[in-house]
């Protein structure tokens, strides 16, 4: 395996269990090796510190294990199964109510760069590096071992994700599939609400799986209200809206595709059509041209606004633009859930720019709730840049 030597003084984190080493921290590297391969690091004294996938870029080495041999043949197996354990331990993976998880969420995981979620029996299976694609067929091998005959179909969708050079084109498609597996999407169960995943054509993986928890606290708080559920996609939380009792549903997301998905969600859980509407829209114009008063639940989940740090100015100024907004359109006694999902925003820097835009409305705001991304979306306690999802729940006077 080739060897990555580091500079003096540079092995502190990886002592840590940082599952990173930046190139800036690299001394020398025997031999050449091709983005993807495995490679073991060592401190300059040439102590053997962990071992990883080579990459190209500002991060040199992704840590597969910093004490077991990534080309061991049951690697894969036991990491596949630990995350699967630790899945079992948070009540995810025999629970009559919810059938659909995060299995692997990368760095929180040990597995820097792969994602895997399970849709009952469907793993879709997103590679953030060369290396997790070049593992793929072996990560699914250790699928199918660790979950035996209840998995349907492995499919990979890592076209959008891997970061190849120019030039490769990616296919998506099944890595394995059962016989007579031909569904192109599934219905799942969540918090004992059903929803159509297409994980071909939807966005991520097909469906968020980090608003669990935040769903079930607006169902708790829909009762009676009229909701207006912006950048909705599938209509997560419209229908635990309509789940907790609400009056009307009005769901926003310019994208046509999801919003047809909205309706069908709503239809499958045996709601009237007449409590609810989709709007295939501008969630700021929507919000924009909506009477002051007219909700008294709003949510906003956008996209990531920052991508990276380069961004994060205009970012906090846009989630400070779209909460004003919000903020000043909920009625008197009306509560806000807002959230962001970019990685460069943290908490605090979150936090400061709802406090901006009550501040800006001349509002009273109490916050009632943190919100966070849940347990499946686990967090390596030495990668902390893994926490990503946060919220605010407010209660506007
Ligand atoms: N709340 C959703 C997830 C939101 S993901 C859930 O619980 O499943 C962000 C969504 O915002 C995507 O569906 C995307 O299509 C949509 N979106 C992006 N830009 C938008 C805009 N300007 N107006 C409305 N929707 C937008």
Not at 3 to 28: C, M, N, Q, T, Y
Not at 325 to 350: L, N
Request: hydrophobic letters at 40%; charged letters at 20%.
């Amino acid at each position: 395996m080739t060897r990555v030597i580091l500079k003096r003084g540079r092995d502190e984190s990886l002592r840590r269990f940082h599952p990173w080493v930046f190139s800036g921290a690299v001394a020398s590297v025997s031999g050449s090796p091709a983005e993807g391969d495995l490679v073991a690091v060592y401190s300059s004294e040439g102590e053997y510190l962990a071992s990883g996938h080579w990459q190209i870029g500002s991060i040199a080495v992704r840590i597969l294990s910093f004490d077991g041999d990534p080309s061991a043949p049951d690697f894969w197996t036991e990491a596949v199964r630990a995350a699967f354990e630790a899945r079992k331990a948070m009540g995810l993976t025999s629970s009559s109510s919810t059938n659909c998880y995060r299995l692997v969420h990368g760095e929180g995981d040990g597995l820097p760069g792969l994602i895997i979620d399970w849709y009952d029996g469907i793993c879709v299976m997103q590679a953030h590096s060369v290396g997790m694609f070049r593992a793929r067929k072996q990560i699914c091998d250790a699928l199918r071992e660790v979950y035996g005959p209840a998995l349907k179909a492995v499919y990979d969708k890592s076209s959008g994700t891997a970061p190849f050079k120019a030039g490769l084109e990616l296919v998506d498609g099944y890595l394995w599939k059962a016989e007579g597996f031909e569904a192109g999407e599934a219905s799942v169960l969540e918090n004992g609400h059903r929803f159509i995943v297409n994980w071909s054509e939807g966005q991520k993986t097909g469906f968020f799986l980090d608003q669990r928890e935040n769903r079930a606290l607006v169902e708790r708080y829909a009762s009676g209200r009229n909701v207006l559920n912006l950048f909705c996609y599938t209509g997560g939380f419209s229908v635990y809206a309509l789940g907790g009792g609400a009056v009307h549903v009005d769901s926003v997301d310019s994208s046509a595709r999801a919003i047809s998905l909205v309706d069908r969600n709503v239809a499958l859980n045996g709601f009237d059509a007449s409590q609810h509407a989709s709007h295939c829209a501008d969630a700021m114009e929507f919000l924009a041209a909506a009477e002051d008063g007219r909700y008294d639940l709003i949510i906003v989940d956008p996209p990531a606004f920052a991508k990276h740090r380069g961004a994060l100015r205009n970012a906090l100024r846009a989630y400070q633009r779209l909460n004003a907004k919000a903020i000043s359109k909920v009625a008197p006694g009306g509560f806000v859930f807002t959230f962001s999902c970019s990685q460069v925003v943290d908490k605090e820097m979150f936090a400061l720019a709802v406090f901006s835009a009550a501040a800006e409305t001349g509002r009273r705001v109490r916050i009632l709730d943190r919100l966070n991304q849940p347990a499946d979306h686990a967090v390596n306690i030495y990668h902390p840049e893994g926490e990503y999802l946060k919220g605010l729940l407010l209660y506007v006077e």
